[in-house]
């Protein structure tokens, strides 16, 4: 739709084509900003189903966790290094990086900080 209404500014003053050229570049180019609106609202329909995703994704870890530390018996209990390995793989970062995680968390720190630093996990 851009090219056309290109095309058609391109051809504007060709006294052969008349008012022709005027009509492509005018009509291409009022299709062409409706098909890109639609083009980005459906990007942003994509965007939020990919931050739910990450949430749901932030509850299974944190499940994940509450039930291995919540196990009593600690012969059914995953084994801990296992466990921060596990954990570091399906974050997607190494072993020292969730060790660095794990101190940014527990010194105190008000909650719009964690939020900010649980964004960059991913």
Do not use: W
């Not at 051809?11 to 009509?27: D, E, H, K, M």
């Not at 939020?48 to 509850?59: A, I, V």
């Not at 299974?60 to 039930?67: A, K, N, V």
């Amino acid at each position: 739709m851009a090219g056309l209404a290109a095309a058609g500014a391109g051809l504007i003053g060709s006294p052969a084509l008349g008012q022709l050229p005027v009509l492509l570049g005018v009509v291409g180019g009022a299709f062409a900003t409706v098909v890109n609106t639609l083009e980005h609202g459906g990007q942003v329909g994509m965007v939020f189903e990919l931050l739910r995703n990450c949430g749901g994704f932030y509850r299974r870890l944190q499940e994940e966790i509450e039930s291995n530390l919540g196990e009593r018996d600690l012969q059914k209990r995953e084994n801990g290094e296992l466990f921060e390995m596990k954990m570091a793989l399906q974050l997607g970062r190494s072993l020292p990086e969730l060790k660095d995680l794990t101190s940014y968390a527990s010194r105190s720190c008000n909650d719009e900080d964690i939020k900010q630093f649980a964004g960059k996990l991913i």
